[in-house]
């Protein structure tokens, strides 16, 4: 059994910033990659950013390069995403997401159960 627990969603106004937090916790063997997905309201969900865990290679989507960054603590099983210069079209319910080898050997990809951020303009 495996989790991802969220947190650091919220309200804040076009400008601002906003810092989430991802842990994986539970039947680890090796996390693989760990990301942050999003989904407005009657869109698809996104990928916003991606990290490996080994070599650290990242990935983003083309509109939050420059604004977003995603980083890991490999010790902690914890990606975060700092996320600057925020936009109203930021707006979103963002999911955690891991591609993990549990301890059964089973790889696996686990969804968290997603954080709010809304943006003000």
């Known amino acids: 059994q495996v989790q991802l627990v969220e947190s650091g969603g919220g309200l804040v106004q076009a400008g601002g910033s906003l810092r989430l937090s991802c842990a994986a916790n539970g039947n680890i063997f090796r996390i693989n990659v760990m990301g942050w997905y999003r989904q407005a309201p009657g869109m698809q969900r996104e990928l916003v950013a991606s990290v490996m865990t080994n070599g650290g290679r990242t990935n983003y989507a083309d509109s939050v390069k420059g604004r977003f960054t995603i980083s890991k603590d490999n010790a902690k099983n914890t990606v975060y995403l700092q996320m600057n210069s925020l936009k109203a079209e930021d707006t979103a319910v963002y999911y955690c997401?891991?591609?993990?080898?549990?301890?059964?050997?089973?790889?696996?990809?686990?969804w968290g159960r997603g954080t709010q951020v809304t943006v003000s303009s």
């Open positions: 997401n891991a591609d993990i080898l549990t301890t059964t050997l089973s790889r696996l990809t686990y």
